[in-house]
């Protein structure tokens, strides 16, 4: 069919042709709509005569719009692929920053105390020490400190020891102290450290100690050990509550 002959002015772009045929015992109906996407009303100009022919077309009428055929549905196929994409991505995004674990940080915070015995019969001085730990949990879930091992050793003899068990829980994003206290017997080959240490002539009677502490914390699936190394000055001749920062190695 000749489109420009049929129709009486060109089809603009937001416009579409559809061309239909009907049929009855005597007379073929040729029927050519104009689709105006900007109107209520189409265009139908009919066509009598077999499909083909050249018989002119007559008859100009608007058709309301409510029996025009229904649109074919655009194709938005892409734009759910890459919206489902994206969602995807800031999901992940989040659920890794959310979830990934962090390490704890652990910082030796010094000396609380220091409670210093001297057992005379015996040439013993017993040291009762406490130190404190500084946990920060930067996690978005809790953290819990499973143990706090400690061992304190002068002249690379141990003459300390301590163990914690199941210690404390740490909330997201947060920050707690831990005090723990090590008992310490300096005696046998270290007796001159007695004679040091009750020696009336001297006012300070400090002694260098070494302090290994190691931590084990456990969040989500994960669990982690670290160890705190530090060297502690000790006056052996007093008691004393005065804070120390430690000597790290």
Known sequence: MDTAQTCHRPVRGRERI???????????VTV???LTEDSHYIQA??????????????GNTLVPEKLQPPAPPRDRGKL????????CLL???????FMFPRSLLIEDDGIRTVTVLFDRN????????????NISNSNFFTALVDSVSC??????????????????????LSQRQMNFTVNMEISGSLFYVYAFCTMASIKVHNIVVFMQTSVKTSYMVRTAQNTLEVY??????????????????
């Open 151 to 172: 061992q304190v050793l002068y002249m690379n003899t141990v003459i300390g020891t301590q163990q914690l068990d199941n210690v404390i829980s740490i909330l997201p």
């Open 18 to 28: 559809i061309l239909t045929e009907e049929k009855d015992r005597r007379t073929f």
């Open 80 to 87: 759910y692929v890459v919206l489902s994409v994206v969602l």
């Open 45 to 58: 100009l009919v066509r009598e005569g077999p499909p083909g022919s050249r018989t002119p077309a007559h």
């Open 91 to 97: 999901a992940s995004s989040l659920l890794a920053f």
């Open 122 to 133: 015996n040439s013993k001085v017993i040291i009762n020490m406490t130190s404190t730990l």
């Open 232 to 249: 502690r000055y000790i006056d052996c001749g007093a008691n004393y509550t005065v804070r120390q920062t430690p000597w790290l190695l």
């Open 32 to 34: 050519l709509v104009v």
